[in-house]
Structures are given as structure tokens and as C-alpha cells.
């Protein structure tokens, strides 16, 4: 996915598609629901996979921005 992304092959409208069909895939097939549902006791499992991604998504926006901040403090030192 990353070379795909590299190359422009994979533009903005494709990841929304590939993360819809993925969630879709995860909720519906009984097998991926199961491994999920054993993560917590904590409410129904799709609850679980919605929490877990969208906290995923806020954990990664964060480490990107807290990484491209660092690159921009080192380019404008040296």
C-alpha cells in the first residue's frame, strides 16, 4: 500500500474505498468478528471495532504530525 501510495496509484477517493470495504469485511465475516469480540468485554463488537479504529486513526494523525514537526525543526537547523 505505502509503494502504491508512492507511485500515485492510490489517490485520495481509493483509500476511502479500501478502508469502507475493509470495515465492511471485518464486521460481516463471522471469523473477524470473532477475533475482534474476544479483544474486550466492553459492548457489542462492532462498537469495539469502530472505537479501536477511530482511535487507531487519532494515534497515527498524531505520531505523523508530531514527526513531520521534528523534520521541519531539523531542515530549518541545518
Do not use: C, H
Not at 4 to 14: C, G, L, P
Not at 63 to 78: D, K, P
Request: hydrophobic share 65%.
Amino acid at each position: 500500500m505505502v509503494f502504491a501510495q508512492s507511485r500515485r496509484w492510490i489517490e485520495k477517493v481509493d483509500l476511502m474505498i479500501i478502508a469502507a470495504i475493509t470495515l465492511a469485511l471485518v464486521l460481516f465475516v463471522p471469523f473477524l468478528s470473532g477475533i475482534v469480540s474476544t479483544l474486550g468485554g466492553i459492548g457489542t463488537p462492532t462498537a469495539v471495532i469502530l472505537l479501536v479504529s477511530v482511535f487507531s486513526a487519532l494515534i497515527a494523525v498524531a505520531v505523523a504530525t508530531v514527526f513531520r514537526l521534528i523534520y521541519n525543526l531539523l531542515s530549518r537547523l541545518f
